[in-house]
């Protein structure tokens, strides 16, 4: 997902004409634009203010944290009046205009945010209504209103849909949903890298397999969003194929490629242009999610082990959207993002912006880092003890009787 706020700014300031996911760089040395209170980071917000503050809102939730008032006003401050999301505004009191950069992942990403934070109801449906308005014929969204659909930004507004209980069949443009334009792009069994999605067509039509596009559209295929848990196990562990394959089918041969293409390492490699070779921390993440929601656990598990074992300093480095990303992964596969290769990600999370809360009843049940369960234990272990104690007495009395 970061990798995605990486390649559509590039894209934004005309130095990639076609935006190609992959590795992101860390956090800019000069930040051309202040970091504003309220917002999470240290780095330059400009090309990914509302995304990563998206993310960790909607990871704290996840936690069961309350954000911070100050935090959650930041993001609804970023709001235009016609329901948009811009990357960032520097100055949000300023009335959005034709020259303002608004796109749809920046505004499905603040969707899921603020209807997890609850009480916003009235921002959430101006915002979806203005992405139901920039909907392309083929049922699917480019990342700016107008431009070609891809798979990225079209699995990011289903997310946002899913999230607010909107089914995504059911918005349509032309007679298309967005999962009409999923199975376009997902690539046949028979052909080179059978299974994958590919980011969008090429000039003549032609589908490359992109890993980042296919953990976004398993995810989206299955009609979830940020946040997904293990789901049911795949009938086929290979690609099946289908003349025109469904939700469900889509879902099931990404997985397979996921699968497969974390099989040896455990991890997805860098394909951003002139990178050098290493793992993609951020498409790995996104690729435990894809894989734990489509039941293919073991896969998911391995790829979740290698990042628990390398991936702090990538955190540490890029950071909350990256340490986002990593609590969603463990929640996904039901690990404790408190213990995470021996740290903390929502410590280091939390200390990068205002502090979230926790009322009372929660942190009993469990810690303020999300690592201990250690009050329901107690609970359940005095309730354990209780039952012996009655049924001793119980007992007693009945050989007392006899």
């Known amino acids: 997902m970061n990798v995605r706020r990486n390649a559509a700014a590039l894209a934004a300031i005309g130095v990639l004409a076609a935006a190609a996911p992959a590795v992101a760089a860390g956090p800019s040395p000069s930040p051309k634009a202040s970091v504003p209170a309220g917002l ?123 999230a607010t209980g909107a089914d995504p069949a059911g918005v349509r443009k032309d007679g298309k949903s967005p999962y009409d334009a999923l199975a376009t792009w997902s690539i046949p069994c028979d052909q080179d890298g059978g299974g994958a999605l ?97 039941g293919r656990t073991a896969a998911a598990k391995k790829a979740y082990a290698f990042l628990e074992k390398s991936a702090g300093p990538w955190a540490a480095q890029t950071g909350p959207a990256a340490y986002a990303q990593l609590i969603l992964a463990a929640h996904a596969v039901g690990a404790q993002p408190g213990d995470f290769g021996g740290t903390s990600l929502v410590t280091s999370l939390n200390a990068l912006g205002p502090e979230p809360r926790m009322q009372a009843a929660e942190k009993q049940a469990k810690a303020s880092d999300g690592t201990s369960h250690a009050g329901v234990w107690w609970s359940v272990g005095i309730c354990l003890v209780a039952g012996i104690g009655i049924g001793f007495l119980l007992s007693t009395r009945k050989k007392q009787q006899s």
Request: charge should be neutral; charged fraction near 15%.
């Open 198 to 294: 590919a980011y969008q067509p090429d000039k003549k039509g032609k589908l490359a397999a992109n890993a980042d596009a296919t953990a976004a559209g398993v995810t989206a295929a299955l009609g979830k969003g940020f946040v997904a848990q293990t789901g049911k196990a795949p009938a086929a562990d290979a690609c099946a194929k289908a003349g025109r394959p469904t939700p469900a089918q889509v879902a099931d041969n990404g997985g397979a490629y996921l699968a497969d293409a974390v099989a040896k390492s455990g991890h997805l490699m860098s394909v951003m242009p002139g990178a050098t070779d290493q793992p993609d921390y951020g498409n790995t993440a996104d690729t435990v999610v894809a894989l734990a929601a489509d």
């Open 40 to 162: 999470y980071g240290k780095s330059d917000p400009t090309y990914d203010g509302v995304w990563r503050q998206s993310l960790t809102l909607v990871a704290q939730r996840t936690l069961g944290y309350h954000p911070a008032t100050a935090a959650v006003d930041w993001l609804t401050g970023q709001q235009c009046a016609n329901g948009s999301f811009a990357a960032f505004r520097a100055t949000p009191a300023a009335s959005c205009d034709a020259k303002t950069m608004v796109d749809t992942n920046s505004t499905a990403a603040a969707i899921q945010a603020l209807h997890a934070t609850g009480g916003h109801d009235a921002a959430v449906t101006k915002a979806m209504d203005w992405l139901k308005s920039v909907q392309n014929k083929d049922g699917g969204w480019g990342y700016n209103p107008g431009s070609p659909s891809d798979t990225n930004s079209t699995s990011v507004v289903i997310g946002a849909l899913a």
